[in-house]
């Protein structure tokens, strides 16, 4: 019995030491795994073919470039601006009265011609006026005419019987006479008066022009003075325009123009869209304002159109109506031996980019003296025959070489860098050769790396599986009968009793 009991403690205390060695085996596992991944990335390095280090050339950029030339060209100033007519006024009555009659051309929009009646006010008082001034002037004559007659009479007497005095002017009734000719002179000042106030009755239009707004309508009373409507002239049409010194300095105007005549007046060409399409109108500058405007700091120039509403419309048919927003251009100075480039080409900072005839970019600081959407007029910076870049270039591509091509025909090559020439000779022979080697190598390497990782997997799969087999054995022990692990704690209890009897 006393072996039994030291077999049982021997197999408790080998279970013990197997489940230590499962412990250290979990730790070990991960960290030997990790250390052979590292192993097969160093033999994988070191077995790799490192590349050729090679310097690459730069591939030549295309960019499109135009010809600087050297040309006479009239400066223009672009300005904007609102049309207005020349002459707008209120039509106002100069008498007053009841509304009798309107023209059907007194409406908004409605176009008049000078002298056509616009309103009509009753005239019944007026012609009233007129036959009373009449009868006055009639008695007038009457009184004038008996007083001349007995002027007569007294000159005949005082010659029968003055005795050869002479006769004073108050026996001669010249006073009477006088007074009889003043009355005449007043009753045909009234009569004259009573028709000027009847011809008013008839409100009648004092130009050519274009009703604006109307205000009153028949059968309204007015009084003289009050607004009927409002009016303004079609025969010119002007736009003024506010000109920068800079803009003064092209055209060469000076303070308070005014054009002597207008064949010599500078021209100026109106547009705008109307109907989806451009309009143009031909006028002048005809004048300025007497001073600088001290808000704007600008001075106003005035641009007027003949008769806008006929041949001077655009088309024949789109007059130059008041309100309208136009664009302006005015024609200046003109200017000999200047350089013109695409507007493309002339760059922020006025800089322009130009190529020599080795296809390297330069950045050129010019002077310009005039711009518009289509090209750029330079005072100096640039000569003329000058290769201008218009393709859009970054400041650090700048001393770079480029293959330059014809603006006006990308397919023409104007500048073949000598660099490029030599690439496109020498051919990709060598560098077909070098990617094949390339590949090949890399096909051999993955094939090692492959075969060293699959042996690696199979390994780690086996200690797995042992720690698994562990593992259950571990478990087993676990599920020993209780009652046999306490036979052998009571033997081993009586063993170390007997010993202590001995003792």
């Given amino acids: 019995m006393g072996n039994e009991t030291i077999g049982a403690h021997d197999e408790h205390h080998d279970g013990g030491k197997q489940r230590k060695t499962t412990i250290v085996l979990g730790i070990l596992a991960p ?28 591939p030549v950029l295309a960019v499109m470039a135009s010809t600087a030339i050297s040309d006479t060209v009239q400066l223009r100033v672009n300005v904007q601006g609102q049309s207005r007519p020349r002459t707008e006024i209120d039509l106002v009555p100069e008498v007053g009265g009841k509304i009798v009659s309107v023209s059907s051309k007194f409406i908004s929009g409605g176009i008049f011609n000078k002298g056509d009646v ?20 009639a008695r007038a004559q009457q009184v004038l005419m008996r007083e001349e007659s007995e002027g007569a009479i007294a000159k005949l007497d005082w010659d029968d019987l003055g005795n050869g005095k002479e006769a004073t002017a108050l026996t001669l009734r010249q006073p009477q006479l006088i007074e009889a000719q003043a009355s005449l002179q007043s009753a045909e000042a009234d009569l004259d008066n009573a028709q000027i106030r009847l011809r008013r009755t008839a409100v009648t239009a004092p130009f050519n022009g274009q009703v604006r707004e109307k205000f009153a309508d028949i059968g309204q009373f007015v009084n003289p003075g009050a607004k009927l409507g409002r009016i303004f002239s079609t025969d010119i049409a002007e736009v003024r325009l506010a000109l920068s010194d800079a803009d003064i300095a092209r055209i060469n105007l000076p303070l308070a123009f005014v054009a002597k005549s207008r064949e010599t007046a500078p021209d100026v060409k109106l547009s705008t869209t109307i109907g989806g399409q451009l309009r143009e109108w031909d006028g002048k500058i005809m004048r300025t304002d007497a001073a600088y405007d001290p808000l704007t700091r600008s001075m106003y120039a005035i641009a007027e159109v003949l008769d806008p509403y006929g041949a001077g419309a655009a088309d024949g048919a789109f007059p130059l109506a008041p309100g309208l927003f136009v664009d302006a251009s005015i024609a200046g100075k003109i200017i000999e031996n200047v350089i013109i480039i695409p507007r493309d080409g002339l760059r922020p900072e006025d800089k322009v980019y130009t190529v020599d ?47 330059v091509l014809d603006i006006n025909d990308p397919t023409k090559i104007l500048i073949e860098p000598k660099k490029a020439e030599r690439e496109k000779k020498n051919g990709d022979g060598d560098a077909l050769a070098t990617a094949q080697k390339k590949l090949a190598d890399s096909k051999k390497s993955y094939a090692i790396a492959k075969k060293e990782y699959a042996m690696a997997k199979k390994k780690a799969a086996q200690e797995k599986k042992d720690k698994k087999k562990k593992k259950k054995g571990k478990k087993g022990d676990k599920d020993k009968n209780p009652k046999d692990e306490q036979s052998v704690d009571n033997q081993n209890q009586g063993k170390n009793s007997k010993k202590e009897g001995a003792n």
Avoid at 38 to 53: D, H, R, T, V
Avoid at 384 to 391: K, Q, R, W
């Fill in 118 to 137: 616009l309103y009509r006010i009753d005239p019944s008082d007026y012609q009233v006026a007129v036959v009373r001034a009449e009868a006055t002037v």
């Fill in 31 to 58: 960290i030997l795994i990790i250390v052979l991944f590292i192993f097969i990335g160093n033999i994988l390095k070191a077995n790799s073919i490192q590349p050729e280090i090679k310097k690459r050339s730069r």
């Fill in 357 to 403: 005839e080795d296809g390297i970019a330069t950045s050129n600081d010019v002077i310009v003296i005039d711009t518009n959407p289509e090209r750029a007029v330079l005072l100096s910076g640039i000569e003329p025959g000058s290769l201008v870049i218009v393709s859009a270039l970054e400041k650090s591509q700048i001393s770079l070489t480029f293959r």
